[in-house]
């Protein structure tokens, strides 16, 4: 009996120490005095956060990211959400192949996305512009908001957007009144996700950053490429923080909508 709850909480433990000691030992090393990636470090302090944040090289593409990110939030839950209430009304046969090409980016690799984007954006003169970027982050961000919004959207009754129409309200008044409001946890957490996605992208920005749109991924890669200090692993460490912070969030934004989705049924029946 004993062995039988020792075996399975072993087991989650040595899956949990498998996946998260890489990112321990980048945390430990981004507090290293060594001028070198060494593990473990000689001697602890804050130098490399120092670098990282009094070097214009970093705080640059740092900025990018945060404004290509920013840029796609807006655009691709703008999107998102309208190709989801769209999809919703669709004849259910066209509503699958409707889907199927949206989130078409997340089935489709990684780099056969890149070059597609690439060859496409080459013809108008877009590589190596924060437009491009935007644009291109967007195509791979709508998927993760209509996947958020689909689901919110499916816990809704449809009988609270019927009473609203049938009292008088007009389709735009029942959408912001009354479907916006319930699906706002949802368009909240894709909206999360797309900034995520836009900010730790790498693939699509090795192809189309060019030198006038170079984002943080891209800058890590090329100082791994090129010089192999402790800056990188301080910069990942904050990368990583931020990520889990926006985790989070979608997490609580989440258990919210659950919530709302609960008392909703529960005041309808």
Request: net charge positive; hydrophobic share 55%.
């Amino acid at each position: 009996m004993m062995l039988g709850r020792i075996l399975p909480a072993s087991i989650v433990g040595l899956i949990l120490f498998f996946l998260a000691f890489p990112i321990v030992v980048v945390a430990i090393v981004s507090f290293s005095s060594a001028t070198y990636l060494t593990f473990p470090p000689p001697a602890f302090g804050l130098r490399w956060y120092e670098a990282y944040f009094s070097n214009p090289d970093w705080l640059k593409p740092t900025w990018v990211s945060i404004w290509v990110a920013s840029a796609v939030v807006v655009l691709a839950t703008f999107l998102g959400t309208l190709a989801t209430l769209g999809i919703a009304r669709l004849p259910k046969a066209m509503r699958v192949v409707a889907a199927g090409l949206i989130l078409s980016p997340l089935i489709v690799p990684g780099i056969v996305v890149a070059i597609g984007i690439y060859y496409a954006y080459s013809r108008y003169g877009l590589v190596g512009t924060p437009i491009a970027m935007v644009l291109a982050h967007t195509c791979l961000a709508v998927p993760f908001v209509v996947t958020s919004v689909t689901a919110s959207l499916s816990g809704i009754d449809p009988r609270l957007e019927q009473a609203a129409l049938s009292l008088g309200a007009t389709p735009g008044a029942t959408f912001f009144q009354v479907t916006l409001p319930l699906i706002q946890p949802g368009v909240l957490v894709g909206a999360l996700f797309a900034f995520i996605t836009s900010f730790d992208e790498l693939i699509v920005a090795l192809f189309i950053s060019g030198t006038g749109a170079v984002t943080l991924p891209r800058r890590m890669w090329d100082d791994l490429r090129f010089q192999i200090d402790p800056t990188i692993a301080a910069v990942s460490t904050l990368t990583i923080v931020l990520t889990a912070a926006l985790m989070g969030a979608a997490h609580l934004l989440r258990k919210r909508a659950e919530r709302n989705r609960m008392a909703t049924s529960s005041a309808v029946a």
